[in-house]
């Protein structure tokens, strides 16, 4: 479903957003702070997983705390995903192939507002959910 140009896309339509490159993936900032990027998996990442580990590409992305991740993950483990690597940081993991384009949209916006500094966040509040 989602590509990285629809990620690119979403993640630039954002408040003072830009894309860069970290070890060789691609990572979108909004003021030299990471809130989603590209994520693939290890080795150890696809042993810990074993027959779940997805084979497509895997976005990272800040989510507000750990209990919004094991949220996600709970209501959606064809999408959402993490591993030990991430154990006690609020950063979930998602299937891109299968992440469509409303969820991309609010999984960005929602990580965007985990890392933007304050001032922006009041100048530019994130819709809120139904």
Do not use: I, N
Not at 7 to 19: G, I
Not at 67 to 86: C, D, I, Q, R, W
Not at 108 to 128: I, K, S, V
């Amino acid at each position: 479903m989602a590509t990285w140009d629809d990620v690119a896309r979403t993640c630039l339509a954002l408040p003072q957003t830009s894309e860069g490159v970290s070890r060789g993936w691609r990572q979108w900032k909004v003021r030299d702070k990471a809130f989603v990027w590209e994520r693939p998996l290890g080795k150890k990442d696809v042993a810990e997983l074993g027959d779940a580990a997805p084979t497509g590409p895997v976005m990272a992305a800040y989510v507000p705390d750990e209990g919004a991740k094991a949220a996600l993950v709970a209501e959606e483990p064809e999408l959402y995903f993490t591993t030990s690597h991430f154990d006690g940081y609020a950063t979930v993991l998602c299937r891109l192939d299968r992440l469509g384009q409303r969820d991309l949209t609010e999984l960005a916006t929602e990580a965007w507002a985990c890392r933007a500094p304050r001032r922006l966040l009041a100048e530019h509040p994130p819709p809120q959910g139904p």
